[in-house]
Nanobody, 123 residues
Framework: VQLQASGGGLVQAGDSLRLSCVGS????????KAWFRQVPGKEREFVGG????????EYADSVKGRFTISRDNAENAVWLQMNSLKPEDTAIYYC?????????????????WGQGTQVTVSS
């Protein structure tokens, strides 16, 4: 069971990026998925999550209205569309998956993690 995140890069404030996370394993395609981010010296921070069927999403207050999570279970993929990026969005972004039905903002609830992709937003 693996998650592969991609799509990070260096952009300017106000730009957009779309991160992708592709999973292996048919069961994983139905798991609750989430995106977290982390900067050096700080704990991993919840960005947003999406339920197994994609009908429920939750976002951190800091990204509400700017970021959107979507998924396609047939492709075993989840995306994080990031608009109106700010320098404070700079971090390594990780996708994660859990068997739990509920979306949790705690990184400890997620069993599977991707390798991370760097997002850098310049001012």
């Amino acid at each position: 069971v693996q998650l592969q995140a991609s799509g990070g890069g260096l952009v300017q404030a106000g730009d957009s990026l779309r991160l992708s996370c592709v999973g292996s394993g048919r069961t994983l395609s139905m798991y609750t998925k989430a995106w977290f981010r982390q900067v050096p010296g700080k704990e991993r921070e919840f960005v947003g999550g999406i339920s197994g069927h994609g009908r429920t999403t939750e976002y951190a207050d800091s990204v509400k209205g700017r970021f959107t999570i979507s998924r396609d279970n047939a492709e075993n993929a989840v995306w994080l569309q990031m608009n109106s990026l700010k320098p404070e969005d700079t971090a390594i972004y990780y996708c994660a998956a859990t068997r739990e039905f509920a979306i949790s903002c705690s990184s400890y609830e997620y069993e599977y993690w991707g390798q991370g992709t760097q997002v850098t937003v310049s001012s």
